[in-house]
């Protein structure tokens, strides 16, 4: 599921989110298993690969910006 699609279909405003940002080839199949266990989402940014130093930049301004957050 892509991230602008699970924001939208939220009947409210999230308190609270985590982000986890995983290596370049991606999460190993039990780190998947285990977040979804914990009550983890997975969420998409598309086909992109990001460096590891700004892909948590982006996520949190892309995730500000779907709620509306960004000062504008």
Do not use: K, N, W
Not at 10 to 32: K, M, Q, T
Not at 40 to 52: F, T
């Amino acid at each position: 599921q892509g991230l602008r699609s699970y924001l939208r279909s939220l009947a409210d405003r999230p308190l609270a989110a985590s982000l986890f940002i995983g290596p370049e080839g991606g999460f190993a199949e039990d780190e998947v298993r285990l977040a979804r266990e914990a009550g983890c989402i997975p969420i998409s940014l598309g086909s992109r690969i990001l460096r590891s130093e700004t892909a948590g930049i982006v996520t949190a301004a892309l995730v500000m910006h779907e709620l509306g957050e960004m000062g504008g």
